[in-house]
């Protein structure tokens, strides 16, 4: 079960960080992802999804500026 589809799309009107940010978000409000339970760390998503390190940090840094996500350790996501 991917947290984020690695098929990003390129040049489409959302640039990758409000994919990512948007993708995580959905699963959250839909129940597929739960309170508790561990987002992958920003370098392990990026790596995945062949992004840039700032742009997982970003959609992150979103997610939990909105009340999505809060981190741990500056290196796990964890759903509030």
């Known amino acids: 079960n991917k947290i984020v589809s690695n098929e990003l ?3 489409e009107l959302l640039p990758s960080i409000r994919q990512v940010k948007e993708q995580i978000k959905n699963k959250i409000v839909s ?3 739960k309170a508790g339970e561990l987002l992958p760390s920003i370098r392990c998503l990026a ?3 062949r992004i840039s ?3 997982t ?3 992150y840094d979103e997610l939990e500026r909105e009340g999505y996500v809060e981190t741990i ?3 796990i996501c964890s759903l509030t």
Do not use: P, Q, R
Request: net charge positive; proline share 0%; no cysteine.
């Open 73 to 75: 350790l500056f290196l």
């Open 47 to 49: 790596k995945d999804l």
């Open 53 to 55: 390190v700032i742009t």
């Open 31 to 33: 129940n597929e992802l």
């Open 57 to 59: 940090k970003s959609a």
């Open 9 to 11: 799309k390129a040049g």
